[in-house]
């Protein structure tokens, strides 16, 4: 599918919510890319080998680098504010975006969940994707199992729409999705 539209330009503002600053993703978050290929569920849903190497990561990092000028969105690093550590990552997808559709995605370092980073950075990241023009929904898939993604994303203020039966290949297995929306008001 070949991209007819312009995406938007990176925001000038890194968006913020909370507790997180959503940065573009850079050189030295390969540590992070690292650690976040440690993960179970991580390596299956993306293009982050399981255990990366130092070299698989930073291949990783530089693919994410590469997302908004190619065309496929935004991807970002989540910071903690506070701190300007980095705690995770989370893209704002636009294949969709000529009929007015984004996906979102988010991953939070295994050593930081449970703190809240991940429903801010949605929230971020939706909060951003409205200032583009275009889009008027923005989806998340999230697996029935994945109690916490479905907490994150009701935290930030998304409604579940349905099950999506076998909607997505993940780790070789048809699996069942369950779609969230968030829609422009």
Known sequence: MSITFTLPPWPADPPRYGKVK???????????AMELSTDRYVPLIGSLPADASEAEARDWVHRQQLRHRDGAGFSFTIEAAATGTGVGHCGLWLRDLSAGRAAAGYSVLPSQRGQGFAADALAALTMFGWSIAELHRVELYIEPWNVGSIRTAERAGYLREGLLRSHQEIGGVRQDMLLYGAVRN
């Open 22 to 32: 959503l940065q573009r993703v850079q050189d030295d978050d390969v540590a992070l």
